[in-house]
């Protein structure tokens, strides 16, 4: 015993010497640095989404009441409502769980004034899905324009992508914009009204984008997907150009798929994994513009049971992203993401093993010879301080993000259910930032040596960065974030009590679409 424990001292002194060389030093100020960055990027995003909130209160103190609609209340005018352009709204569909009514209710309810279409795409008529917006669409049957489509199967891309194309097919001859929406977003009145009104000032802008604010449920897995999603909203809060895309918000000019201008159908049908991943690409290859207005935020509320297993089915899915291109140019693009990212996230987590090591050597160091004559002559704790307030610095910046963005969603949908930073467990929030940095380099080498990923049933195969082959496996029982189920009998609420539930809350929600002020 005691052979062993003298082992362990002398491990534990020769990692503590070896975390204090120069090597190493560099390595935990990188890691400060970087925490930094991370803290930095989020007070730029908060001051963004600030600005918007500041726009909206001083609108409500000069009289307009509909500050979450507009900035002008004169543009609520039945006249100019009349001349806003045709919008079609298409959202692929797969399984059916605990949030769909809600986020859908927020979708079809939009307070949008123009020619407004829904288009609700399925594989089949078996997914519950189907049933479930069938059943929503006929309780707005007489304020609604909307439509259930049965896709078919994808044969040359993935079925999210072969979805939105078939919608794309299926829109009005008259639309100008289409927009693209997972069925997981939450919608605010205003959103479309905001897409549209960008996209008619600017004709330029190739894509109208935005991005969730995840809601965590509890489970580890919830805050590490939350982790994963907060660096890259900075890059969505910049209230104009981007470079990011997120394909759960894409609003588009409808001529572009009419006329495959860009190669924008042909580049997404023929092998196309991630329809964002592609269109991004091809608006960087044309030149051409991506726009996040600042109120394109959107509360995301995750799965209640979702575990750790389904959040790690979804980073695999996002690092397997970067295995697809559209070309030689996207392919190096992919690589240098997949390269800085994996050694940014190794480099953010190193530092707090070698943090670990100094704190067990001062601890150590009173009953241990060899281990306090090693952390005497080390930086160790200076270290772990400098660490401690750089890892501190980021959090708090973290929650002032959260928290503005928050406030700016309860704003945007003052008669929606109330988003709360109460709910947030920021000890889980740290757990998850090691848990997600560390596994995703794990996830990303997967991804590129196995070329194949299993997406809600459905396994597809890639070769030279597009869809090679399609297996339908029907083994996953859930989507991974939002917890729905993707096959079985009866996974929707039964009639009655579905129409008991929706003429409960559609009260609430339910408002003409132009209004003559």
Same mark, same amino acid.
């Given at each position: 015993?005691?052979?062993?424990?003298?082992?362990?001292?002398?491990?534990?002194?020769?990692?503590?010497?070896?975390?204090?060389?120069?090597?190493?030093?560099?390595?935990?100020?990188?890691?400060?640095?970087?925490?930094?960055?991370?803290?930095?990027?989020?007070?730029?995003?908060?001051?963004?989404?600030?600005?918007?909130?500041?726009?909206?209160?001083?609108?409500?103190?000069?009289?307009?009441?509909?500050?979450?609609?507009?900035?002008?209340?004169?543009?609520?005018?039945?006249?100019?409502?009349?001349?806003?352009?045709?919008?079609?709204?298409?959202?692929?569909?797969?399984?059916?769980?605990?949030?769909?009514?809600?986020?859908?209710?927020?979708?079809?309810?939009?307070?949008?004034?123009?020619?407004?279409?829904?288009?609700?795409?399925?594989?089949?008529?078996?997914?519950?899905?189907?049933?479930?917006?069938?059943?929503?669409?006929?309780?707005?049957?007489?304020?609604?324009?909307?439509?259930?489509?049965?896709?078919?199967?994808?044969?040359?891309?993935?079925?999210?992508?072969?979805?939105?194309?078939?919608?794309?097919?299926?829109?009005?001859?008259?639309?100008?914009?289409?927009?693209?929406?997972?069925?997981?977003?939450?919608?605010?009145?205003?959103?479309?009204?905001?897409?549209?009104?960008?996209?008619?000032?600017?004709?330029?802008?190739?894509?109208?984008?935005?991005?969730?604010?995840?809601?965590?449920?509890?489970?580890?897995?919830?805050?590490?997907?939350?982790?994963?999603?907060?660096?890259?909203?900075?890059?969505?809060?910049?209230?104009?150009?981007?470079?990011?895309?997120?394909?759960?918000?894409?609003?588009?000019?409808?001529?572009?798929?009419?006329?495959?201008?860009?190669?924008?159908?042909?580049?997404?049908?023929?092998?196309?994994?991630?329809?964002?991943?592609?269109?991004?690409?091809?608006?960087?290859?044309?030149?051409?513009?991506?726009?996040?207005? #600042? *109120?394109?935020? !959107?509360?995301?509320?995750?799965?209640?049971?979702?575990?750790? &297993?389904?959040?790690?089915? @979804? %980073? /695999?899915?996002?690092?397997?992203?970067?295995?697809?291109?559209?070309?030689?140019?996207?392919?190096?693009?992919?690589?240098?993401?997949?390269?800085?990212?994996?050694?940014?996230?190794?480099?953010?987590?190193?530092?707090?093993?070698?943090?670990?090591?100094?704190?067990?050597?001062?601890?150590?160091?009173?009953?241990?010879?060899?281990?306090?004559?090693?952390?005497?002559?080390?930086?160790?704790?200076?270290?772990?301080?400098?660490?401690?307030?750089?890892?501190?610095?980021?959090?708090?910046?973290?929650?002032?993000?959260?928290?503005?963005?928050?406030?700016?969603?309860?704003?945007?949908?003052?008669?929606?259910?109330?988003?709360?930073?109460?709910?947030?467990?920021?000890?889980?929030?740290?757990?998850?930032?090691?848990?997600?940095?560390?596994?995703? #380099? *794990?996830?990303? !080498?997967?991804?590129?040596?196995?070329?194949?990923?299993?997406? &809600?049933?459905?396994?597809? @195969? %890639? /070769?030279?960065?597009?869809?090679?082959?399609?297996?339908?496996?029907?083994?996953?029982?859930?989507?991974?974030?939002?917890?729905?189920?993707?096959?079985?009998?009866?996974?929707?609420?039964?009639?009655?009590?579905?129409?008991?539930?929706?003429?409960?809350?559609?009260?609430?929600?339910?408002?003409?679409?132009?209004?003559?002020?």
């Amino acid at each position: 015993m005691a052979a062993m424990e003298a082992a362990a001292d002398a491990m534990l002194a020769a990692a503590s010497r070896a975390f204090t060389s120069t090597f190493a030093i560099a390595i935990q100020i990188q890691g400060c640095c970087i925490c930094l960055v991370l803290a930095l990027g989020w007070a730029a995003a908060s001051i963004v989404r600030k600005r918007v909130i500041k726009n909206m209160r001083r609108n409500i103190v000069d009289g307009n009441s509909f500050a979450f609609l507009c900035d002008n209340i004169d543009e609520l005018e039945h006249s100019v409502q009349e001349n806003l352009p045709r919008v079609s709204v298409i959202m692929p569909l797969k399984g059916f769980g605990e949030h769909n009514l809600q986020n859908w209710r927020t979708q079809i309810t939009s307070l949008y004034g123009g020619p407004l279409e829904f288009l609700f795409i399925v594989e089949s008529k078996d997914d519950p899905a189907y049933h479930a917006v069938s059943r929503l669409i006929a309780e707005y049957k007489d304020h609604l324009e909307a439509k259930v489509v049965v896709a078919g199967l994808s044969t040359t891309c993935s079925q999210k992508i072969h979805n939105q194309l078939i919608g794309v097919k299926k829109m009005h001859k008259d639309t100008k914009y289409v927009l693209f929406l997972d069925d997981d977003v939450r919608l605010h009145p205003g959103t479309i009204r905001a897409l549209t009104k960008e996209m008619e000032k600017n004709p330029e802008i190739f894509i109208q984008t935005g991005y969730p604010l995840d809601l965590p449920s509890g489970s580890l897995g919830s805050y590490c997907i939350y982790e994963y999603h907060m660096p890259c909203s900075m890059g969505f809060a910049t209230g104009g150009k981007t470079f990011f895309l997120w394909g759960g918000c894409m609003m588009m000019h409808a001529d572009d798929f009419r006329q495959d201008r860009y190669g924008v159908v042909s580049g997404l049908r023929d092998g196309g994994y991630s329809d964002d991943m592609t269109l991004a690409a091809i608006a960087g290859q044309h030149k051409r513009l991506i726009s996040s207005p #600042p *109120v394109a935020v !959107f509360p995301h509320p995750l799965a209640s049971d979702l575990s750790f &297993s389904r959040y790690w089915n @979804y %980073l /695999r899915k996002q690092t397997f992203v970067l295995e697809s291109y559209v070309s030689n140019v996207n392919w190096m693009m992919n690589r240098a993401l997949f390269t800085s990212h994996c050694y940014l996230s190794w480099g953010f987590v190193w530092p707090y093993i070698m943090a670990l090591v100094h704190v067990l050597a001062a601890l150590r160091a009173p009953y241990s010879e060899v281990v306090k004559e090693a952390s005497d002559s080390s930086w160790g704790l200076f270290l772990v301080s400098l660490l401690f307030i750089c890892t501190l610095t980021e959090l708090v910046s973290m929650w002032n993000l959260t928290k503005v963005e928050i406030q700016l969603c309860n704003m945007l949908s003052p008669e929606g259910p109330k988003v709360s930073l109460d709910s947030y467990n920021w000890g889980l929030v740290f757990i998850a930032v090691l848990v997600d940095n560390f596994l995703y #380099p *794990v996830s990303a !080498f997967r991804s590129h040596f196995s070329q194949s990923i299993n997406w &809600s049933g459905i396994r597809y @195969y %890639l /070769r030279d960065g597009k869809i090679s082959k399609i297996e339908r496996e029907n083994s996953s029982k859930y989507t991974d974030l939002g917890g729905k189920h993707l096959y079985g009998k009866r996974t929707y609420p039964s009639n009655k009590s579905l129409l008991g539930y929706l003429s409960r809350t559609l009260v609430q929600w339910h408002q003409p679409k132009k209004y003559d002020v």
